[in-house]
């Protein structure tokens, strides 16, 4: 039996996010890691008519091509004739070309250890928060849910935030983590690109927990790998940019009333 055949992707070629205008949603954890690596980029989020290039990729009568299927939903990343979807495997994929996760000679299973915790983040930081706004059906809008998002949002911040932020201390002062203040093996990582980007998502979306979880001191290393992720040259320069697109009725989303604090 031959061996099955590789995507043509040159890494000379630029990379394609395929992302809806209008919102940073999960398309951002993808522009993280390319500002990070100084990756040559186009983002239909900032082109003319660019939501157009992601309609045509859900659209039912999308079939994919010959070597790629069609992909669900976006964010979606096309490289060369390689056309891959879904934010845990696009980043899988830009963090062993960008070099955000170990050397494989270093740490031969070290971006499986850098995915688990993106795929941690995600979960908890990502996805339960969007939860929270909607916990019933996302084909409702927030209004038809208003009393079951309040009851959400009261156990997440009470529950499943100490949760994870205690968890991701809890690595960071692990000897896995290494020196400094990144995640795992010493070095920043893909991963802590995407804590990041969730950390300052659920700062919006709960701005009083948050607060309320910094003045206390129990996650102090996590709110330190926030700010230096922060004060990468790179990064400082993307979130001060235009690029940067604001929250609004994303993933993440400010309603007063979810905003407690127990």
Known sequence: MSEPKRQKSSKDVPYELIYWPGIPGRGEHV???LEE?????TDTAHIENGVKSVTAQIDDKNVGDNENPPPLAP???RHGDLTISQTPNILLYLGARLNLVPDPEDDA???YKVNQLALTALDGLSNEPHDCHHPVATGLYYEDQKDES????KDYVKNRLPKFLGYFERVITGKASGDGPWLHGGNLSYADLVLFQCLDGVKFAFPKAMESAQNSGKYDNVFRLYEAVKDRPRIKEYLNSDRRQKYSLGIYRYYPELDVIE
């Open 31 to 33: 522009r993280l890691v």
């Open 37 to 41: 690596a100084g990756a040559t980029y």
């Open 109 to 111: 299973d070290g971006l």
């Open 150 to 153: 309040l009851r959400k949002s």
């Open 75 to 77: 964010p979606i990343l």
